[in-house]
């Protein structure tokens, strides 16, 4: 499963750092390639939301070798794109399969939880983080090199294509359901009736959000608000990034010592402090601590939403929490497509400054929602017992 994060990880890191080369190569400029971009957020998005039915039919381990040798199939038709309409086209294949490997490998990583009996999501999210700075890192280096997006991210392909096809045989199968089980979780309601699943999806949203924001806005926050050249700014996405990296790999262990919530609660009081801290205090060095901190904070966030929304979906068998990750996967998706425009919009009508603000209590909504899921998701165990004994 470690490879496959990883695998996942560098795939966004491989061609999203060469978006300049490509803008260059299709002849666009910022609007019409923004366009273009929306395709991927697109198409993970449609994706996300049939996924965890697709992994309900034929299994996780058929849904991550397909989805993952679309990806190897598709990143070299980015990086050969001449047009915006190819661009586009070529971003939506690549969400799309994206999407289903990000749903399916989710799921599959419940399943492993299941298995050992302790917290591994963060462990395995830790992965996609140190996949993604390799595949920058790969990025960077064919960049430096002068080789084309055409080039490098078939190079890329190829890679990732042999990582998938050496641990395809070693991943968890979870099994397709032959017959629908009479003992559904919840008593059988419907997902978008779930408060639980709602409040798991508000965490995963507004860590989505948080993060989307550092990523796009952290760089650009210190160059115009606090008179960071462009290169030292650049490094506050870094210690972001790599504080998240560092952060998840002692998450499994966090979360088994001290529990889910207790880790959220956490997470999301150092992510608003953080954030807020460099939006107010003005000056790059505390910047820089404050974005490191904010990524340490929102670490575990996004894979324990995740996590808890497996379970929330478990069936007496052990089974189960396909669609409740798919679910909650979706939600969080719009996070990344709609949260950096509205902070854009935000710091159009006010400073990026007070944009920044706001991202520091989106990522604080994160505590209530956790204390008020761990309610709801208790409530759903007991009426599920309780519909368990009675039959």
């Not at 972001?240 to 088994?256: I, V």
């Not at 069936?315 to 902070?343: C, H, K, M, Q, W």
Request: glycine share 12%; with cysteine.
């Amino acid at each position: 499963m470690i490879v496959v994060f990883a695998f996942n990880g560098a795939t966004l890191g491989s061609w999203a750092p060469r978006t300049p080369a490509l803008s260059e190569q299709i002849g666009v400029g910022p609007g019409p390639f923004g366009l273009a971009l929306l395709g991927a957020s697109v198409g993970m998005l449609l994706s996300a939301t049939i996924s965890g039915r697709l992994v309900e039919r034929v299994g996780a381990r058929a849904v991550i070798l397909g989805s993952s040798l679309a990806v190897c199939l598709v990143l070299p038709l980015v990086g050969s794109a001449q047009s915006v309409p190819w661009l586009a086209a070529a971003l939506f294949g690549l969400g799309a399969a994206s999407g289903a490997l990000d749903v399916s490998m989710n799921i599959a990583g419940v399943a492993v939880e299941r298995t050992l009996g302790r917290p591994t999501m963060p462990l395995f999210h830790a992965w996609f983080s140190f996949g993604a700075l390799a595949g920058s890192g790969g990025a960077a280096l064919a960049a430096g090199n002068g080789l084309s997006p055409t080039r490098h991210l078939l190079v890329a392909a190829l890679i990732g294509a042999l990582m998938v096809a050496v641990v395809v045989r070693a991943l968890p199968g979870v099994a397709p359901r032959t017959e629908r089980s009479v003992e559904r979780p919840a008593g059988g309601v419907p997902l978008v009736r779930r408060p639980a699943l709602w409040l798991l999806a508000a965490i995963a949203l507004c860590s989505a959000i948080a993060e989307g924001a550092s990523s796009d806005w952290s760089a650009l926050l210190l160059v115009t608000e606090q008179g960071a050249s462009e290169g030292a700014a650049a490094l506050a996405y870094a210690g972001f990034s790599l504080a998240m990296a560092f952060a998840r790999l002692a998450g499994s262990w966090t979360q088994a010592r001290f529990g889910a919530v207790r880790l959220l609660t956490a997470g999301a009081a150092c992510a608003g402090t953080g954030v807020v801290t460099a939006a107010l205090v003005g000056i790059p060095a505390v910047s820089y601590a404050g974005f490191v901190l904010a990524g340490a904070g929102l670490a575990a966030c996004f894979p324990v939403a995740l996590g808890l929304a497996g379970e929330a979906g478990k069936r007496p068998d052990n089974s189960g929490g396909e669609r409740e990750v798919a679910f909650v996967t979706a939600i969080a998706y719009t996070g990344f497509l709609a949260g950096p425009p509205v902070i854009g919009g935000i710091a159009h009508v006010t400073s990026l400054s007070i944009s920044f603000v706001v991202v520091g209590l989106v990522a604080a909504v994160i505590a209530p929602a956790a204390l008020a899921a761990k309610r709801f998701v208790e409530r759903e165990r007991v009426a599920r017992d309780s519909s368990h004994v009675l039959r």
